[in-house]
């Protein structure tokens, strides 16, 4: 591992959550918001308030996704990109938004349910339990970037 890398562990970091953070965030409003009409961002107003809370929630998923692929082409070309610990971050990120989403969002603030129906508890427990998922993936993932080689070349002590 060059010294280069892992001067640049940080940037490979920000660059993965903020990915990671877009990836979840757009899926949510893709399938969730859109696609399955489950809920909007916001479920506390009308549906035009509704609306204009997923247009808000779409432009910062792409802001980020923006941001971090931008920090992602500037590690390529600097050849400092990490890609293992870069995707172990995709995934910290991933997760953690989407358990912030399914506690804080849905539960302490209710801003909105993941689907409205009379038994959500399912729904929350494999949101949740998925997002945990990945983040243990994530940290695995960086866990395993972090530790050097092993492997000596034949006959170093």
């Known amino acids: 591992m060059d010294s280069a890398r892992f001067?640049?562990?940080?940037?490979?970091?920000w660059s993965g959550l903020l990915v990671g953070i877009a990836i979840a965030a757009f899926i949510d409003?893709?399938?969730f918001h859109q696609i399955l009409h489950w809920h909007h961002f916001y479920d506390k107003s009308t549906t035009e308030v509704g609306l204009v809370s997923d247009g808000l929630f779409h432009a910062f998923s792409w802001f980020a996704t923006v941001g971090g692929l931008f920090m992602r082409a500037d590690l390529r070309r600097r050849h400092a990109l990490w890609p293992m610990r870069w995707w172990g971050n995709v995934l910290i990120g991933s997760g953690g938004f989407q358990l912030y989403d399914g506690t804080i969002q849905h539960k302490a603030m209710r801003l909105h349910q993941i689907r409205y129906v009379e038994h959500v508890f399912i729904y929350d427990l494999i949101w949740n339990v998925a997002a945990a998922l990945m983040i243990v993936i994530g940290l695995a993932l960086v866990v395993r970037a972090r530790v050097p080689s092993r492997v000596k070349k034949a006959g170093t002590p």
């Open 29 to 31: 409003e893709a399938v």
């Open 7 to 13: 001067s640049y562990a940080g940037r490979n970091a």
